[in-house]
């Protein structure tokens, strides 16, 4: 059995360790990164399942490895691929959101650029190595280490079969939220958008390998209830390809954090289809107060924050939610991940095309905001609306 190439062959009903060295000159010099291969007893679907494209998110990193010493080969039909870190560089040296040899997020240039910096070689092994071998692949993520939000999955929207299928997948991973788009999230621009531009499901989708990212947890902590969503959602997505059969399946508890109760594979969450992904921008830096958390419900023309300066001066306008504006303040403002849901509404603008988007608490930085827009959210009749912290 060589479905991965660059594994080898595997042994039907056994575990395999792997220490593998991506393909690239700019990676040459890398250690080699952990893989763990369980090949089924029986036939069925490569199911490739990669986590710590951004190296601060720990849940998702703790699901892959805890998957891999769970999962039991004899009771699969077909071959789970799991890499707890793709970006090794920011596991270990703790770096948010980008690769610190090259600065980049990897997650912005897939399907990546085997002649590209380090985040575009190392995306493109990604893809080449693993993605386009699998039948279905899954990007765990979370909340990096500064930041908070709402779990959810998102995955390419279409009418295509492979967006068919993708949607399907995200639908059974069994979080609250599932959101399609059909453009990037957020492109890149210059030279780097040769490398692709797209996140890990889209360039994965556009391979023909059905994809979704999912996300739980955040705020660079160990959170079992995080860890627990991510496990049970790639073991719904197993059953849903029919790759597992069996009735429960409970994850184990190997934090320090107290017993939670045991959890099924078979969520109960009623899912909301999102299905625009929107960012506002700012041009100046400074500090972000919100008057809401993560999974608020507000009601329209609510403020849900406000900036402020370092003498904590609050300048300007203030934050709302309203049906067609989300003002923050022409001076100063902070990178938050501030993600307002408008139900059936047309979006939301800035006067100052102000962009919040990273919670970011105590740290200046330019600002950016990332709006959903769902087509479900609530009753025609409360008009209220949620605010999430989403990626």
Known sequence: MERIPILGKLTPGKTQRHLIRLPGAA???????????????KPGPVLFVNAGVHGGEYPAVEAVI????????????????????????????????????????????????????????????????????????????????????????????GNDEVAKKSKAIAMAFGLPYVLTVNKPVQPSKGHRARAGGLSSYAAAADKGTPAILAE????????????????????????????????????????????KPKRTARSTVATTVLTKFEWLYTKNAGLWYPKVAPGDVVNEGEQIGRVGDLFRRHVGRNCFVGERRCTFSDDQSIRTREWVTHGNRSGITSNSRLRVRRAFLGVAAKCRARALFGNTFTRPTDRSRKVSQLR
């Open 27 to 41: 990676l040459a010099k890398d250690e080699p990164r952990p893989v763990i291969s369980v090949a089924g007893a």
């Open 66 to 157: 805890r998957l891999a010493k769970t999962l039991d080969p004899k009771k699969i039909s077909g071959t789970m691929i799991l890499m707890p870190v793709l970006n090794l560089p920011a596991f270990r040296t703790r770096t948010p959101f980008v690769c610190p040899i090259d600065n980049v997020n990897p997650n912005r240039v897939f399907p990546g650029d085997p002649r590209g910096s380090y985040s575009e070689q190392m995306t493109h092994a990604c893809i080449n190595e693993f993605v386009v071998h699998a039948d279905a692949y899954v990007d765990l993520h979370g909340g990096d280490i500064p930041e908070a939000l709402v779990p959810f999955v998102i995955c390419r929207a």
């Open 216 to 259: 739980a947890g955040g705020v660079g902590q160990m959170q079992e209830e995080a860890v627990a969503l991510l496990i049970n959602g790639v073991v719904n997505v197993m059953r849903d390809l029919g790759m597992i059969d069996d009735a429960r399946f409970e994850s184990q508890t190997e934090t320090n954090s107290k017993p």
